[in-house]
Every structure is written in C-alpha cells, then in structure tokens.
C-alpha cells in the first residue's frame, strides 16, 4: 500500500507543492489567532485603543487569508481526491488482474466488485483522515516549534524532547 502512495505522490507532485503551502493555514489558525487575540487583550489591559485597533485589523487580514487558503485547498482536494481514488482503483484491479493472469475462474467476481465499488468512499476517508490529523499536527509542530524558538529558545528545546519521545511512540505502534 506504502508504493500505492508514492507512485501517486510522484505522479501528481505538482498539485502536492501547492497542496502543502496551503495546508499551512492549520498552523496559522492555530498558533497566529490566538497570539493576536492575545495583543488585542493586551493592548486594551494597556488602554492602547490604537494599538488594538491595528492588531485587530491584522486579525481581519490573516482570517480573510485563512478563508482564501481553505477555499483552495477545499479546491485541491476536489482535484486530488478523485484522482487517488481512480489511481487506487487501477492499482488494486491490475494487482488482481496481474494475480491471477493464469487462472480467471478462481476469481470471484461478485465479490471483487462489491469491495472495489466501495474502495472510492474508504480512500476518501482515508484522505480526509491523514489530511486532518498527521499532516495538521506535523505543520502545527513544526510551526510550533518555529515560534517557540522565536518566543525564547529554552522554550524550543524543552519541546523538543517531548515531541521525539512522541515520535519515538508513534513509530513504536506503527510498527508492530
């Protein structure tokens, strides 16, 4: 299944530049929003209605940005998703098809077509579902990190730690 993957990330690698860029946006949404809110209160603690005023337009600017991101990305997925699903579904028909070359009467045919006919919504998931939650959570580190390391870099290197155990972890149950 891994070569499935990255014969379609090889011959789609175009769209996936763009792709990754947008899904940026997860990190912004969740690391630079609430750091603005957090101006915004404090320049209203500081009774800086100025300072506030500008910060709170910048908020306006990045959550416009945000929608234009997720708009393209919704856009990409659409172009995406049916593709892996098509590409998928020639994989595994010529993996069967390549199988059993020698001998068609064992096929069970029936059986084969009910399960292909609802690979396309399982890989959609399956998309959704990688795309959600490890890509969001690699950026949204990653970033993290970035900002951390900018904040104060002791910071930075006491999450470190934590995230390589949790790596660690994660390689540990994917590989039993």
């Keep these: 299944m891994k070569y499935i993957y990255l014969e379609f990330f090889k011959k ?4 996936f530049g763009p792709y990754l860029i947008l899904l940026m946006a997860f990190s912004v949404e969740k690391l630079m929003i609430p750091h603005l809110y957090g ?7 500081n009774k800086n209605q100025q300072l506030a005023i500008k910060i709170f337009m910048v908020l306006i ?3 416009a940005l945000l929608q234009i991101a997720y708009t393209g990305l919704y856009y990409l997925d659409s172009i995406i998703v049916p593709r892996f699903q098509s590409f998928v579904r020639n994989a595994f028909l010529t993996k069967i098809m390549d199988s059993h070359s020698e001998n068609f009467e064992e096929l069970n045919l ?3 077509i009910t399960k292909i006919s609802h690979l ?3 890989l959609r998931d399956l998309f959704y579902s990688i795309k959600l939650f490890v890509f969001s959570n690699i950026v949204i580190a990653i970033s993290s990190m970035i900002y ?3 904040v104060h870099p002791t910071l930075m290197y006491s999450y470190i730690g ?3 155990f949790m790596i660690y972890l994660c390689y540990k149950f994917l590989n039993q």
């Design 12 to 15: 789609n690698k175009l769209i």
């Design 39 to 45: 101006k915004i209160v404090g320049a209203f603690k």
């Design 61 to 63: 600017l990045v959550w």
């Design 110 to 112: 029936g059986n084969i």
């Design 120 to 122: 396309p919504g399982v």
């Design 148 to 150: 951390l390391y900018f």
């Design 162 to 164: 934590p995230m390589v």
